[in-house]
């Protein structure tokens, strides 16, 4: 093991990740979490290789707290679970819970990307959660699910993927990933100033 | 991770029992080791049956803190979470756990072998994690 490894029943907390304990980082896997969100799922080796890889890759996003951080660290986790596991579906990429993301958004595209958009540099727990967690009062609209900031992180990586390596993308510090991660959300879709301004 | 973040804490414990699958203490592994607390929670679980629910969750958090010192613990309930939310949550847990004890073990049993392969074959790409 890479670090200090736990399985446990987590109280419905997690199925994965690094929790800082007593001063001391560690992996927690939680059993329980795994045992309903992940029936089903026929490996375990997407959602391992994307918690790996956040173990792998945070360290140098640890003072990188804004929603664009989240959206290119988680982004660029679902990619490298994808690309070490070509065969995984999107429920092995937790894309699919709390309901299919992949469907949301491309019925929603323009609504989707213009929401990350309004809070790409904002460091506020309460712009956060709606994109990356499932809270059930604070969604941002019916149509976007929660946790839908995770898809669109996955496609920002794959457009960002079209110039580079997995390797070089890992290896991208916050300042020279953020033009990355700008450029390619902006190639998703237009929110348009001069629409604005036309309104 | 950030991929929970926000999710909260939740409770502990020790032990009331015997238990079998954990004699070892778990905790006084070396600090890189694999710690599997899916044996004592499911032997936990059985032991206990009999309690009433505030026992069982005194038990449960006499049993699981040195176990896993500090993550059942009063000490990650943050505002405006309580205490008598993270018992809930640990009562919760005994309620729900039929439904999930098949899959549950079977992800004891598998784990340590899945993830070591995960690790390989993610070193294999990223050698520097290794």
């Given at each position: 093991m890479t670090?200090p490894?736990y399985?446990i029943?987590?109280l419905?907390?997690?199925?994965?990740?690094?929790?800082?304990?007593?001063?001391?980082?560690?992996?927690?896997?939680g059993?329980?979490?795994?045992?309903?969100?992940?029936d089903g799922f026929?490996s375990?080796?997407p959602f391992?290789?994307h918690?790996?890889?956040?173990?792998?890759?945070?360290?140098?996003?640890e003072?990188?707290d804004?929603?664009?951080?989240?959206?290119?660290?988680?982004?660029?986790?679902?990619l490298v679970?994808?690309?070490?596991?070509?065969?995984?579906t999107?429920?092995?990429?937790?894309?699919t819970?709390?309901?299919?993301l992949?469907?949301a958004?491309?019925?929603?595209?323009?609504?989707?990307?213009?929401a990350?958009?309004?809070?790409?540099?904002?460091?506020k727990g309460e712009d956060y959660?709606?994109?990356?967690?499932n809270?059930k009062?604070?969604?941002i609209s019916?149509r976007?699910?929660g946790r839908?900031a995770?898809y669109?992180g996955y496609?920002?990586?794959?457009?960002?993927e079209?110039t580079h390596?997995?390797q070089?993308?890992?290896a991208l510090?916050?300042?020279?990933?953020?033009?990355v991660?700008k450029?390619?959300?902006?190639s998703?879709?237009?929110?348009?100033?001069?629409r604005r301004?036309a309104a | 991770?950030q991929?929970?973040r926000?999710?909260s804490?939740?409770?502990l414990?020790l032990?009331?029992?015997?238990?079998a699958a954990?004699?070892?203490?778990p905790v006084a592994?070396?600090p890189?080791k694999?710690?599997n607390?899916?044996?004592?929670?499911t032997t936990?679980?059985d032991?206990?049956?009999?309690?009433?629910?505030?026992?069982?969750v005194?038990a449960?958090?006499?049993?699981?803190?040195p176990?896993f010192p500090?993550f059942?613990s009063?000490?990650?309930?943050?505002?405006?979470?309580?205490?008598?939310q993270?018992?809930?949550?640990i009562?919760?847990?005994?309620?729900?756990f039929?439904s999930?004890?098949t899959?549950?073990?079977?992800i004891g049993?598998?784990?340590?072998?899945?993830l070591?392969?995960a690790e390989?074959?993610?070193?294999?790409?990223?050698?520097?994690?290794a």
């Amino acid at each position: 093991m890479t670090m200090p490894t736990y399985l446990i029943h987590s109280l419905g907390e997690m199925d994965g990740g690094t929790r800082n304990i007593r001063g001391r980082t560690l992996f927690v896997f939680g059993a329980d979490v795994m045992a309903r969100v992940h029936d089903g799922f026929n490996s375990e080796r997407p959602f391992f290789h994307h918690e790996l890889f956040h173990v792998y890759h945070t360290p140098k996003y640890e003072s990188c707290d804004a929603v664009w951080c989240s959206l290119w660290t988680e982004g660029l986790a679902v990619l490298v679970a994808k690309r070490l596991n070509p065969d995984a579906t999107d429920a092995e990429l937790l894309l699919t819970c709390p309901r299919p993301l992949r469907a949301a958004f491309d019925a929603n595209r323009k609504e989707a990307v213009c929401a990350i958009q309004a809070r790409f540099n904002s460091e506020k727990g309460e712009d956060y959660r709606p994109l990356f967690n499932n809270p059930k009062d604070a969604a941002i609209s019916p149509r976007l699910p929660g946790r839908f900031a995770y898809y669109v992180g996955y496609l920002v990586a794959q457009q960002a993927e079209k110039t580079h390596s997995l390797q070089q993308l890992a290896a991208l510090t916050p300042e020279q990933a953020k033009p990355v991660v700008k450029r390619a959300l902006d190639s998703l879709g237009n929110c348009g100033r001069t629409r604005r301004k036309a309104a | 991770m950030q991929i929970l973040r926000t999710m909260s804490a939740a409770a502990l414990v020790l032990s009331l029992t015997a238990c079998a699958a954990d004699t070892k203490p778990p905790v006084a592994a070396a600090p890189d080791k694999f710690v599997n607390l899916v044996p004592a929670y499911t032997t936990f679980w059985d032991e206990t049956r009999g309690l009433d629910t505030t026992q069982r969750v005194a038990a449960f958090r006499e049993k699981f803190d040195p176990l896993f010192p500090g993550f059942y613990s009063t000490e990650r309930v943050k505002p405006p979470q309580t205490v008598a939310q993270q018992d809930q949550r640990i009562a919760q847990s005994f309620e729900t756990f039929p439904s999930i004890r098949t899959r549950f073990e079977t992800i004891g049993a598998g784990f340590g072998a899945m993830l070591d392969s995960a690790e390989a074959s993610f070193a294999a790409t990223f050698p520097t994690s290794a």
